[in-house]
């Protein structure tokens, strides 16, 4: 819990875990929406496109238009906008026209993908120079689960008892008091006001993953792993119907378990001090393979679930590893492009993995498209050991220092008022 002790990581894990409450009451709501207003399964795969696919190619220009700024000014605008984006949703959810909400879904999602991307580079100036960016990578990434799980809840509930645009509201009442919040944070970190056009400094970051190695191996293997563990994603209520043979709660609680994983998972995280960057990465994502390999031989429910808690429990290791890895390697300057980047990669293969999922299954089986998954993930965990992946983890990138070579305490942190020798000896 030390992270917290940093004023600014606090508002920062808030403002992430509210973005993604959000994002899934958004989802619930507008999924609803639209069905019920077209009826036309091809309305709602232009709604996912809109708000998940799509974004990926905006966000990192926007990203890099606005990291120069700093972040107490910055991410308050952004999430006055998403208040904004939702107000208009909201609005529509009573005079529907499907082309609109299309139009400021993407706006929203672009919006959502540049938050997080500033929202890492904040907590990495604020905790970097502590060492203690991992532990506040676990706590965010427990956030992320818990609202993962209740986030999806919330929004069906207040659809179910209300409307969807009585969720579209709350969401945007929710981005409207995080905005206040973190307008009204002076221990917010400061911007690197380096300048420069906003096409010059994404390829800037562009650059820099592909010329590190590490950065490079980081992204292209966890597109690859998130293509292959996203096939699973559209085609499980269809797994847990037609497979299993069970109804509305066996499929609840075969999603709530791999939820479970996840809380777990991030636990496990912050409690492995020794292990190596690569073995965490390798031994998560076999975790998750081999989770995805069990579920595709059995037909109990019980036993599919106990295989999505250690598919949960890797995936609550797996994802935050990398990110942690890569903000490790990347300059302080390129924090946000560099792991915006990470984050539209992943709004991107997510989409090819429900594409493929999608695919599978119509031609052969839900048991199949597991396997498929499975079997990539084992497949992709032995290369990585025959190509040595360890080898492109290097020790974690030097920080600044002052001029007596001590860390530079980070902005608003209990430490940053306290000369070399005491920030030392604390």
Not at 65 to 89: H, K, N, T, W
Not at 130 to 145: D, K, P
Not at 158 to 182: C, E, K, Q, R, Y
Request: aromatic content about 8%; charged content about 10%; overall charge neutral.
């Amino acid at each position: 819990m030390a992270p917290l002790r940093t004023p600014a990581f606090g508002r920062l894990l808030t403002a992430y875990t509210v973005n993604a409450v959000g994002d899934y009451v958004g989802v619930v709501a507008l999924a609803v929406l639209v069905y019920a207003e077209t009826h036309d399964p091809l309305a709602t795969t232009a709604l996912f496109i809109a708000t998940q696919f799509l974004p990926a190619f905006a966000a990192p220009a926007l990203t890099a238009r606005v990291d120069q700024i700093a972040i107490r000014r910055s991410l308050p605008l952004i999430y006055l906008g998403e208040a904004l984006m939702f107000v208009g949703l909201a609005t529509l959810a009573t005079s529907f026209s499907l082309w609109p909400v299309l139009v400021l879904a993407f706006l929203d999602g672009t919006l959502m993908l540049t938050a997080r991307a500033l929202t890492r580079a904040g907590v990495n100036t604020a905790l970097q120079p502590s060492g203690l960016l991992r532990e506040g990578n676990g706590l965010m990434n427990i956030g992320f689960a818990v609202a993962s799980i209740g986030g999806a809840a919330l929004g069906g509930l207040i659809v179910d008892l209300a409307s969807p645009a009585a969720a579209l509201g709350a969401d945007a009442v929710s981005f409207a008091l995080v905005a206040i919040l973190l307008a009204f944070s002076r221990q917010l970190p400061a911007a690197e006001t380096e300048g420069g056009q906003t096409f010059a400094r994404l390829r800037e970051g562009l650059r820099f993953a592909r010329q590190n190695v590490t950065a490079r191996v980081l992204l292209l293997g966890e597109s690859v792993a998130l293509v292959l563990f996203t096939i699973s994603v559209p085609i499980e209520v269809i797994y847990a119907r037609e497979t299993l043979g069970t109804n509305d709660a066996g499929f609840g609680l075969l999603l709530s378990t791999w939820g479970a994983g996840i809380v777990l998972g991030s636990l496990l995280f912050l409690g492995i001090k020794q292990r190596s960057t690569a073995g965490r990465i390798l031994v998560s994502t076999l975790a998750i393979g081999v989770a995805y390999l069990g579920m595709s031989r059995v037909d109990e429910l019980w036993i599919a679930c106990a295989f999505s808690v250690l598919g949960g429990l890797g995936n609550g290791i797996q994802w935050v590893s990398v990110m942690t890895a890569l903000q490790e390697v990347t300059p302080e300057a390129l924090q946000a492009r560099v792991v915006g980047l990470l984050e539209s990669v992943a709004s991107i293969t997510t989409g090819v993995g429900f594409l493929l999922g999608g695919v599978i299954t119509a031609v052969t089986s839900p048991p199949t498209a597991f396997a498929v998954a499975g079997s990539g993930g084992v497949l992709l965990v032995l290369v990585g050991v025959l190509v040595g992946f360890g080898r492109y983890m290097p020790a974690p990138a030097v920080e600044p220092a002052s001029p007596d070579g001590m860390p530079l305490a980070p902005p608003g942190s209990p430490h940053a008022d306290l000369d070399p020798a005491e920030r030392a000896h604390t």
